[in-house]
Nanobody
Framework: QVQLVESGGGLVQAGGSLRLSCAAS????????MGWFRQAPGKQREFVAAITNGGTTNYADSVKGRFTISRDTAKNTVYLQMNSLKTEDTAVYYC????????WGRGTQVTVSS
């Protein structure tokens, strides 16, 4: 298990940008993958993006070309850069370790206004 703490959420207008951070309690290189999921009101949690310990990235179709997942291994931190935000991106964003099998963050709210 690993403890994960998200930060960086907030309110932004459509078309704007936001960067989320996820700080892990141990080396993210010891974790097979780190990623982001999101959950909008009344909807199930869905996959957004992930990065393996080898650096390979994967994105949901809905965010490809707009979101970028990256990491700073020295800081045990994973980032999600969100550009060209849409109102449909409004959700609580959760950081995950091994798709939640090793750990979940508590979430950070992202609200995109029109």
């Amino acid at each position: 298990q690993v403890q994960l703490v998200e930060s960086g959420g907030g309110l932004v207008q459509a078309g704007g940008s936001l960067r989320l951070s996820c700080a892990a309690s141990r080396s993210i290189l010891s974790i097979n993958n780190m990623g982001w999921f999101r959950q909008a009101p009344g909807k199930q949690r869905e996959f957004v993006a992930a990065i393996t310990n080898g650096g390979t990235t994967n994105y949901a179709d809905s965010v490809k070309g707009r979101f970028t997942i990256s990491r700073d291994t020295a800081k045990n931190t994973v980032y999600l850069q969100m550009n060209s935000l849409k109102t449909e991106d409004t959700a609580v964003y959760y950081c995950s370790a091994n798709n939640g099998l090793v750990g979940w963050g508590r979430g950070t709210q992202v609200t995109v206004s029109s």
